[in-house]
């Protein structure tokens, strides 16, 4: 395909998903920030688009390994099984290590690095978010897609919504997916993009690393639930009332 300046990055995140190696290692926001087109990304970031379109249009011609393309014509049960095992379960593992570790290293480093105390509270507060947010999508949103997806292939009545249509519960998630990800810009500012001061301890570097890759892993996540699974049950629902 031909990937064009005028295209959203989550157009192309989702058409060419061996781009989204691309976006996270140029800081392209391909999910909470995905509706800009590249041409405005670029020039947000001040990036040369003539570069940026030739990694692009290389990754197009190659095999991902991380393709989520599995994901277009997979079953909707099954990707948001994969979301909570995989990435839910990441958020709650690391961010309780991470809390943990970023008050070590605040308690050790905060009264000469202040950053740090903005950094650990910023999470802390990103982390419990998270929590509400996760619980909601498996107890409620998650399993009622589940049942409307099973409900459309066999023939039967689409069961109604508690919520007066699947876009509701949607919009709501999609609102909390960026304060999320206002969450993580303001850590990585704190942080100079993670950027560990020089007299930095392992433990300092350590949190820093750790901020990045949950960073990357929530980028991904946030990714296949706004930019695939949501979409996808918004179709389901409207083909279901025809």
């Known amino acids: 395909m031909t990937i064009s300046l005028d295209k959203t990055v989550r ?3 989702v058409e060419v998903p061996a781009s989204v190696r691309i976006f ?3 800081g392209i926001d391909y999910c909470c920030g995905g509706r800009k087109s590249l041409k405005q990304a670029c020039s947000d970031l001040h990036l040369a688009t003539p570069e940026v379109l030739q990694k692009l249009q290389k990754a197009a011609e190659e095999r991902s390994e991380t393709d989520d393309g599995q994901w277009h014509n997979a079953s ?10 995989t990435h839910h379960a990441f958020v709650r593992q690391q ?3 991470l809390e943990t570790l970023g008050e070590k290293v605040r308690n050790k480093h905060g009264a000469s690095h202040p950053e740090l105390n903005s950094i650990a509270d910023l999470f802390r507060a990103m982390r419990d978010e998270l929590s509400m947010h996760m619980s909601k999508e498996e107890q409620i949103l998650f399993p009622y897609i589940a049942r409307l997806e099973h409900a459309v292939q066999s023939g039967q009545v689409a069961p109604p919504p508690p919520f007066g249509t699947v876009a509701n519960p949607i919009q709501m998630m999609m609102h909390e997916h960026d304060d999320a990800g206002s969450l993580l810009g303001a850590i990585r500012r704190a942080s ?6 020089a007299d930095a301890c392992p433990s300092y570097n350590a949190f820093y690393e750790g901020l990045k890759a949950f960073e990357r892993n929530l980028h991904y996540h946030i990714h296949l639930e706004n930019n695939i699974l ?3 049950a918004l179709a389901l629902e409207e083909n279901s009332r025809r």
């Open 76 to 85: 909707l049960a099954d990707l948001t099984q994969y979301i909570v095992r």
């Open 11 to 13: 157009e192309i995140a």
């Open 24 to 26: 996270e290692t140029l």
């Open 95 to 97: 961010g309780i290590r």
């Open 230 to 232: 949501f979409p996808r």
């Open 192 to 197: 100079n993009d993670y950027m560990p001061s």
